[in-house]
């Protein structure tokens, strides 16, 4: 999801320099990832009155405005400098829109019959990337609902480490790093957390793979 990092380090290097051209390239190339970052992160209630790319346009204010310091420190990627600004301009959203907001409550998970060959989530990736019909396009859509309505009844440890592997395309060294444990104790986390989004999803134990 996150662009190349060696361009990323070209950009950079020129930022440095005082290159102003740069330092535009460097930041709007991450706005799209940013974008779905901070969505998958958005309380579905708050999602209805708010757009992602608000909180991603300040995002990208504050980070433009502190690059000089992270250019004089750069002790982690650029990508997770960007979006420790992000998850932090979200709670500050989600703090000053919950006083303001009913409560809504979450939907209840599809309890939707597990399909005989496949699991719904490996449907849906094959979906991803396809031209699709009418029809599957329908289906795509209900499989996302189903997605984002299972992920809602998850733990936050759960739904923050699905959306860094799968939604962020994150590796287990980069997921644990930023959850601050092991890749052992990260790929653990990984493994019963897709367990469990699988059980909401309403999917036996053999549909796992």
Request: proline share 3%.
């Amino acid at each position: 999801m996150w662009p190349d990092s060696e361009t990323t380090q070209h950009l950079l290097l020129q930022a440095d320099g005082g290159d102003g051209q740069a330092v535009d390239a460097l930041i709007e190339r991450h706005r799209q990832a940013l974008r779905r970052m901070i969505a998958a992160r958005m309380d579905r209630g708050m999602a209805h009155r708010i757009d992602a790319s608000d909180i991603v346009q300040e995002t990208l204010i504050e980070a433009h405005r502190r690059l000089r310091d992270y250019l004089e420190d750069g002790s982690m990627p650029f990508h997770v400098w960007l979006r420790q600004i992000a998850k932090d301009r979200l709670i500050d959203a989600h703090r000053r829109h919950r006083a303001q907001r009913r409560d809504v409550g979450r939907e209840q998970a599809l309890a939707a019959a597990p399909r005989a060959d496949q699991s719904s989530l490996d449907l849906a990736a094959q979906l991803c990337d396809m031209e699709l019909t009418p029809a599957a396009q329908t289906l795509q859509h209900e499989l996302e609902q189903r997605f984002w309505t299972a992920l809602d009844t998850l733990e936050e440890p759960d739904r923050e480490i699905i959306l860094m592997r799968h939604q962020e395309q994150l590796g287990n060294a980069e997921a644990a790093d930023l959850l601050q444990l092991s890749a052992a104790a990260a790929g653990m986390r990984y493994l019963r957390a897709i367990r469990r989004l699988r059980a909401a999803l309403g999917e036996s134990p053999s549909q796992n793979g």
